[in-house]
């Protein structure tokens, strides 16, 4: 797999910004910045080959929208899928939650192009909407999905809060094989991961996950404190949360750790690359 340079994530993410702080100050479901930065990452992926499809939904009376980016060619009887949410609380731009999964999913997909990829399976690519509303636009697609379409996934990759400025390294720990996968990069790294045991049910793969499609995921911590222990191997602030600007107007494009971000993005990459072929 490529190294995903996270000078390129850290574009995307300024661009959310630039659109948050052009739309209110936010990029939330029903709200004008979640569009834009939906228009943004779909002219990236358009440019880049996608097939793209934009799947409406309606929350709380207000119009959502998932963008789906399918990369053409692969046995499209065994679909590889990653995700991340696009839209933010309304407190703020919600740059690590989730513009990091959200920038990094793009960055990869645009890897797959940049690389011109040719995978045994098929590719597809998704930013959900009102995933802070109760994972609303995930739920939709897979409740949309037909019986033969949803038995056609075979994985499901998650990605919501990847650069987290006090980071942990969290791990998935629903399908072995996945969970492996990425355990495997990150030894290779020689940073140490621990599982991912508060958020399911909290993210985008548990409505995959509840009609038992294998699914996995990276997580760098969200309101829970980081301990003494963890502060030992990860570095950072121990008795801090993982984001103290979590849900807060403070989530912006200098509520970052880079090194996560990068990590991250590369272990997204990795991941993609190995699941798909
Ligand atoms: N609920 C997510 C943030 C979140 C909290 N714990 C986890 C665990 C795994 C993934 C995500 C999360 C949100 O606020 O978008
Ligand atoms: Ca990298
Ligand atoms: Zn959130
Ligand atoms: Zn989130
Ligand atoms: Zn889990």
């Known amino acids: 797999a490529p190294d995903i340079p996270v000078a390129n994530v850290k574009a995307h993410l300024s661009q959310f910004q630039s659109i948050a702080t052009a739309n209110g100050g936010n990029r939330a479901h029903g709200r ?6 939906l228009d943004y990452v779909k002219a990236k992926l358009d440019a880049a080959g996608f097939t793209t499809t934009i799947q409406q939904f309606t929350s709380s009376s207000r119009t959502g929208y998932n963008l789906i980016a399918d990369w053409p060619g692969g046995d499209t009887t065994r679909v590889v899928m990653a995700g991340s949410h696009l839209d933010s609380v309304t407190a703020g731009p919600g740059i690590n939650d989730n513009g990091s999964g959200s920038a990094a999913v793009l960055e990869t997909a645009l890897a797959v192009s940049r690389a011109g990829l040719q995978p045994t399976r098929h590719l597809r690519f998704a930013w959900w909407g009102a995933e802070e509303l ?45 969970e492996q996968t990425f355990k495997t990069y990150f030894s290779g790294l020689g940073v140490p991961t621990e599982i991912e045991t508060e958020g399911d049910g909290r993210s985008d793969h548990a409505p995959f996950k509840n009609v038992g499609i294998p699914v996995g995921g990276l997580f760098s911590g969200a309101d829970y404190v980081k301990t003494s222990a963890q502060a030992a191997k990860w570095g950072g602030t121990a008795g801090q949360p993982f984001d103290r600007c979590y849900h ?23 991941a993609v690359w ?4």
């Open 134 to 178: 109760g994972m609303v636009g995930s739920r939709y697609y897979v409740n949309n999905l037909s019986s033969t379409n949803r038995s056609r996934i075979s994985a499901y990759l998650n990605f919501d809060m990847i650069g987290s400025p006090n980071p942990g390294y969290f791990v998935y720990d629903d399908d072995p094989t996945i």
């Open 274 to 277: 190995t699941l798909s072929s």
């Open 248 to 270: 807060s107007s403070c989530d912006t494009i200098a509520n970052l750790n880079d090194t996560a971000l990068d990590r991250n993005a590369d272990a997204l990459a990795y």
């Open 32 to 37: 004008t910045g979640y569009r834009a930065s």
